[in-house]
């Protein structure tokens, strides 16, 4: 792809958007209004990543490091749910959703995605490795002769070594020079666009906007408390109990009508609604955070934000990861 050279790249990319304007996006993405989909669809397009303007997108280091966070996970057959258990292909998937990035669920979809890496001489870590014909197991290649996965039932999410020649390898993400790729905006076709004001480059990206939309709030103001709360990681869980990527108390869930705080669409969800409720009772970003840090009756008690050493760190943390984000 390098030899290209950016002027080629860049016509190469015209010829992609021609193209995404005459058909429907490609089967390792799902129609998504976020630019981090969007560049996932071009990629199964192009066989490469677009990186965004001015910034590198998601590489195979960082599928790495997002599928080494279910080590130990049990395996269980047709799950996708983390908290519940991980088959081979929904770890792979989970691992690029973490990072925004669609894959479709089953394995022999996910031999298909990105673009062919000729030997395991040339695969890099992030890759997807595809075993047998019909392909029936897929796992993230770790470099070293290593891989990520989750091998059968009775066994958890491992690291081990490519035990047999793959049948596919795939690579989804690509650094492509960010000087390569124009305005993003100007290559999305209708019906992909970003919508205004939300936020793109984060994992989770469309859940935040869409949930966002839903309740009426700032899709950058709900990524900004995924980030101070639990750096997007849907699996977290604090001393006191709080769950998952938005760090819900069980209680607190329950209530909102969340039945699986560990489910990322349900986490969202279910902080949207807070926020959303503690925006309209105290009118003011700072005193809604402080609510859902510390509940709002502790708002009404102090008449403002609390005096608890956790709430008065809590609220700029927010604010300033949503000045990062633009917000």
């Known amino acids: 792809m390098t030899s290209m050279g950016v002027n080629g790249v860049i016509s190469r990319v015209a010829e992609i958007k021609e193209q ?6 490609p089967p390792a993405t799902v129609g998504s209004a976020s630019g981090t989909k969007f560049a996932s669809a071009l990629a199964d397009a192009t066989g490469a990543g677009i990186a965004q303007p001015g910034k590198s997108g998601p590489s195979g280091a960082d599928v790495v490091a997002a599928a080494k966070k279910y080590l130990g996970t049990p395996y269980v057959f047709g799950s996708d749910t983390p908290s519940k258990g991980l088959d081979c292909s929904g770890l792979v998937q989970q691992a690029y959703e973490d990072l925004g990035v669609d894959l479709p669920r089953n394995s022999w979809q996910q031999a298909k995605a990105g673009r062919p890496v000729g030997s395991m001489s040339d695969a890099k870590p992030g890759d997807i490795l595809a075993f047998n014909s019909p392909v029936d197991h897929v796992a993230i290649y770790l470099g070293d ?26 690579r989804v993400l690509d650094d492509i ?34 949930a966002a939309s839903r309740h009426g709030i700032s899709p950058k103001l709900l990524a900004a408390v995924a980030k101070v709360e639990s750096g997007y990681n849907p699996q977290a869980v604090s001393k006191a109990g709080a769950q998952g990527m938005m760090q819900l108390m069980p209680a607190t869930a ?17 902080a949207a609604k807070l926020l959303s409720q503690h925006l309209k009772e105290f009118k003011s970003v700072p005193l809604a955070l402080a609510a859902y840090n510390a509940g709002g009756g502790a708002v009404h008690k102090y008449d403002g934000i609390p005096p608890f050493a956790e709430t008065q760190a809590y609220v700029p943390k927010v604010q300033k990861a949503l000045a990062a984000l633009g917000g």
Do not use: C, W
């Open 254 to 270: 329950r209530g909102l009508g969340v039945k699986d705080a560990f489910d990322p669409a349900q986490a969202v969800e279910g």
């Open 145 to 170: 002769n290593k891989m990520i996965a989750a091998p059968k039932p009775g066994d958890h999410v491992k690291i081990q070594s490519v035990y047999e020649k793959p049948s596919h390898i795939r």
């Open 177 to 210: 020079p960010a000087a390569a790729v124009q305005d993003m905006s100007a290559l999305r076709p209708a019906g992909l666009r970003a919508p205004a004001g939300g936020v793109t480059g984060v994992p989770y990206a469309d859940l935040f906007n869409q």
């Open 20 to 25: 995404l304007g005459l058909n429907p996006p």
